[in-house]
């Protein structure tokens, strides 16, 4: 007999973006056969209000976006607070001088990375050191740079890799986009600056550097020119992380708990899936 779940509300979470960055003005593409997963849940839940619940800003754009697209089919609701990843590591003290030692982590996958030829403008012959874990497709890519150092996924502790380096520098496919960046929040934590792509960014607001490929060359060399501002990027980014915490998380959702454990139907008004 299937299963079926009754509630008052019921949240999904959207750990995945419901749109892809367009490659072209207004040609953003599905990140996933949205109308059909709501379907799918739809069928196996009665409840008076359906939520979805976005993880980031720019996660929640998506969502919002796709909606406005779907308003005379799809009667989902878009939650007015994020579900954020509860992110909770022991941050690092920045280094005292900084160097042009980058690299960067993530699973391997051909989303997770940008094109050869940008990667080349990311991470140049003039950077001391370039250091880049879960690049297992691009140890098969024979004309890569020399002076990379690629390590497959796993390879190393992601704690261990970056005390090697100073700046982590993340660029995804351009088809494609983090829907939260985790792997973000880590580098902040062990005291790196993080420069990335605007939409990335946004999770973390001024926490992370936001800039454009060709430029990123120009933000290491001013801030390895001017420690103070290095080390001012770091903390900046270690104190926002304190918004990802699991109390900052109680705190934002607390009225939820207070007001479903004083009806004393929490088991009836609070159920969520995750996709």
């Given at each position: 007999?299937?299963?079926?779940?009754?509630?008052?509300?019921?949240?999904?979470?959207?750990?995945?973006?419901?749109?892809?960055?367009?490659?072209?003005?207004?040609?953003?593409?599905?990140?996933?056969?949205?109308?059909?997963?709501?379907?799918?849940?739809?069928?196996?839940?009665?409840?008076?209000?359906?939520?979805?619940?976005?993880?980031?800003?720019?996660?929640?754009?998506?969502?919002?976006?796709?909606?406005?697209?779907?308003?005379?089919?799809?009667?989902?609701?878009?939650?007015?607070?994020?579900?954020?990843?509860?992110?909770?590591?022991?941050?690092?003290?920045?280094?005292?001088?900084?160097?042009?030692?980058?690299?960067?982590?993530?699973?391997?996958?051909?989303?997770?990375?940008?094109?050869?030829?940008?990667?080349k403008v990311l991470f140049p012959h003039s950077a001391e050191a370039v250091r880049l874990l879960g690049a297992n497709d691009l140890m098969?890519?024979?004309?890569?740079?020399?002076?990379?150092?690629?390590?497959?996924?796993?390879?190393?502790?992601?704690?261990?890799?970056?005390?090697?380096?100073?700046?982590?520098?993340?660029?995804?496919?351009?088809?494609?986009?983090?829907?939260?960046?985790?792997?973000?929040?880590?580098?902040?934590?062990?005291?790196?600056?993080?420069?990335?792509?605007?939409?990335?960014?946004?999770?973390?607001?001024?926490?992370?550097?936001?800039?454009?490929?060709?430029?990123?060359?120009?933000?290491?060399?001013?801030?390895?020119?001017?420690?103070?501002?290095?080390?001012?990027?770091?903390?900046?980014?270690?104190?926002?992380?304190?918004?990802?915490?699991?109390?900052?998380?109680?705190?934002?959702?607390?009225?939820?708990?207070?007001?479903?454990?004083?009806?004393?139907?929490?088991?009836?008004?609070?159920?969520?899936?995750?996709?």
């Amino acid at each position: 007999m299937p299963v079926r779940i009754v509630c008052d509300k019921f949240y999904v979470v959207c750990h995945e973006n419901f749109l892809r960055p367009a490659q072209q003005q207004g040609q953003e593409r599905e990140g996933f056969d949205v109308a059909h997963c709501l379907r799918l849940i739809e069928n196996g839940v009665l409840a008076r209000i359906r939520l979805l619940a976005p993880i980031s800003a720019n996660n929640r754009k998506t969502i919002v976006d796709w909606l406005s697209r779907h308003s005379n089919t799809v009667t989902w609701q878009v939650d007015p607070l994020d579900w954020t990843n509860i992110c909770e590591f022991n941050c690092v003290a920045p280094v005292s001088q900084p160097r042009d030692r980058r690299g960067r982590h993530s699973r391997p996958g051909f989303e997770k990375f940008p094109g050869l030829d940008v990667m080349k403008v990311l991470f140049p012959h003039s950077a001391e050191a370039v250091r880049l874990l879960g690049a297992n497709d691009l140890m098969l890519e024979n004309s890569r740079p020399s002076h990379w150092q690629c390590l497959p996924f796993g390879a190393e502790p992601v704690d261990q890799f970056l005390s090697t380096i100073d700046f982590f520098v993340y660029f995804t496919n351009p088809g494609w986009r983090e829907s939260f960046g985790r792997v973000l929040a880590e580098a902040m934590a062990a005291g790196k600056v993080v420069i990335t792509d605007p939409e990335t960014a946004s999770t973390f607001g001024a926490g992370a550097i936001c800039a454009k490929p060709e430029d990123v060359n120009s933000v290491i060399s001013d801030l390895i020119s001017d420690p103070a501002a290095y080390r001012e990027q770091v903390l900046r980014g270690q104190t926002i992380l304190g918004e990802f915490s699991a109390e900052a998380f109680r705190r934002r959702h607390r009225f939820r708990i207070d007001r479903d454990t004083s009806a004393r139907t929490s088991a009836l008004e609070f159920a969520h899936a995750v996709f």
